[in-house]
């Protein structure tokens, strides 16, 4: 769970019994949609193996995570376009729902700690949907770096949070540049590209302005029932800031603070006009 705790955590009402209503009919709704598509996903693969490639199953992930939101009543706006290079894709973090967010306005694979893999339900997605675990420490930073490069070199196109925690989805705390490293190899460096995105958050009318936000020391489990109980429509906003080649920049610190700058600004901007 995150350790960033700055601010007091939002108090959610109790639920009503309709809460409870909506929140036990969306449960099982997505759990028939990402379990069943997760089925789809296993065959998928294994036809996907021959060839070396995955031209397929990314599409079902992808329909898998937008048939989930519309079931939350999370709507989707998305600005600017998913760059089609070879590389990677940075956001801002603020919930588990960042999940079916990014991956439900473009493909890729995702890049998140290692105790996600053993949570219940959202474990087994992410292991099906190819991601990629690391140890948030600077020990593994080789084993992580030997990771991005031999994804990277395979064509996948990676999504990591340079924060390195989920905060309340208000702010952008400063990116980390560890993860940065592997696009600065000698053999990688002139053919790949990041792109930085930023996610914005909307509660619905009359809640915290934080109520998607998942930080701190807020369990996993009453945040998702909250969300699912949820009477009123949400919305989240993704922009897709211009990718930028790795090659511009001297280094990767150079380069997480540029997607650092990118992402805060978009935030604070959009912020500002609500």
Same mark, same amino acid.
């Given at each position: 769970?995150?350790?960033?705790?700055?601010?007091?955590? *939002? @108090?959610?009402?109790?639920?009503?019994?309709?809460?409870?209503?909506?929140? $036990?009919?969306? +449960?099982? &709704?997505?759990?028939? #949609?990402?379990?069943?598509?997760?089925v789809v996903l296993a065959v998928t693969r294994l036809m996907e193996t021959p060839f070396g490639k995955? *031209? @397929?199953?990314?599409?079902?992930?992808?329909?898998?995570?937008?048939?989930? $939101?519309?079931? +939350?009543? &999370?709507?989707?706006? #998305?600005?600017?376009?998913?760059?089609?290079?070879?590389?990677?894709?940075?956001?801002?973090?603020?919930s588990w729902l960042d999940i079916f967010v990014l991956n439900a306005a473009q493909r890729v694979y995702f890049v998140s700690k290692a105790e996600v893999s053993k949570w219940p339900a959202i474990g087994l997605v992410a292991r099906s949907t190819g991601t990629v675990f690391i140890e948030r420490k600077s020990s593994h930073a080789r084993k992580h770096k030997s990771q991005f490069e031999d994804r990277l070199i395979a064509g996948d196109r990676l999504l990591f949070f340079p924060e390195g925690t989920s905060t309340d989805s208000r702010r952008v705390i400063p990116f980390k540049s560890t993860l940065f490293a592997a696009f600065f190899s000698p053999h990688l460096v002139d053919t790949m590209w990041i792109q930085p995105v930023t996610t914005i958050y909307h509660a619905p009318k009359g809640?915290?302005?934080?109520?998607?936000?998942?930080?701190?020391?807020?369990?996993?489990?009453?945040?998702?029932?909250?969300?699912?109980?949820?009477?009123r429509?949400?919305?989240?906003?993704?922009?897709?800031?211009?990718?930028?080649?790795?090659?511009?920049?001297?280094?990767?610190?150079?380069?997480?603070?540029?997607?650092?700058?990118?992402?805060?600004?978009?935030?604070?901007?959009?912020?500002?006009?609500?």
């Open positions: 769970m995150s350790l960033w705790t700055d601010g007091a955590e *939002p @108090v959610f009402a109790r639920l009503s019994p309709i809460g409870w209503a909506l929140a $036990l009919v969306r +449960l099982l &709704l997505i759990g028939i #949609v990402v379990y069943g598509l997760m995955r *031209p @397929v199953s990314p599409y079902i992930v992808q329909l898998a995570c937008i048939i989930s $939101l519309r079931i +939350l009543r &999370l709507g989707l706006a #998305v600005h600017g376009t998913p760059m089609q290079h070879r590389g990677a894709v940075v956001s801002n973090h603020s809640e915290d302005p934080r109520f998607y936000g998942w930080w701190g020391e807020m369990g996993f489990a009453g945040h998702f029932l909250h969300i699912l109980g949820a009477r429509k949400g919305q989240v906003e993704i922009i897709f800031h211009d990718p930028v080649a790795v090659s511009d920049f001297a280094s990767r610190k150079d380069l997480a603070r540029y997607c650092e700058q990118a992402v805060r600004a978009s935030l604070e901007d959009v912020m500002g006009q609500n």
